[in-house]
């Protein structure tokens, strides 16, 4: 059986994975985003800055796009995606399948909106960082 959050979670992947990056319905007004790794590391608060921060992100890539591979629910309020990515840097011509881009997103949820988005490039610093996290360190 599938929670409120997986199904939120999910929703969202379907954009993405379309490449549509549109939507912030979804979003607590004060989200914060979080790239914790890959080119561009760093932290956005609220609907203006995670929208800064992934249009400022996806203008360095040409057909850049999100797969996810698996679903996971943590807890009552985080759920978990592994996921791929493809696309080529603008500026490299790197192709990312090459980079052997394994990603993975945390969203925490809270009242049926995201309030916390965090986005890593690695997966062994997510399984890092959620170790560390799960441990109350």
């Given amino acids: 059986m599938s929670s409120a959050n997986m199904d939120l979670v999910r929703s969202i ?9 549109s939507s912030a319905e979804w979003a607590d007004h004060a989200i914060e985003c979080v790239f914790a790794d890959g080119p561009h590391p760093g932290t956005w608060t609220g609907l203006a800055g995670m929208s800064r921060a992934n249009r400022d992100f996806l203008s360095a890539w040409d057909g850049w796009r999100i797969e996810a ?17 493809t696309g080529r ?10 980079m052997g ?29 959620l170790s560390l996290s799960d441990t109350g360190a």
């Fill in 13 to 21: 992947f379907a954009d993405w994975e379309q490449g549509d990056f």
């Fill in 69 to 85: 591979d698996e679903y996971r629910e943590l807890d009552p309020e985080r759920v978990l995606v592994l996921a791929h990515m």
């Fill in 101 to 129: 881009a394994l990603g993975a997103n945390i969203f925490h949820l809270r009242d049926g909106r995201v309030i916390r988005l965090v986005l890593y490039w690695d997966r062994e610093r997510m399984l890092s960082d």
């Fill in 89 to 98: 840097g603008k500026a490299s011509g790197l192709e990312l399948t090459q």
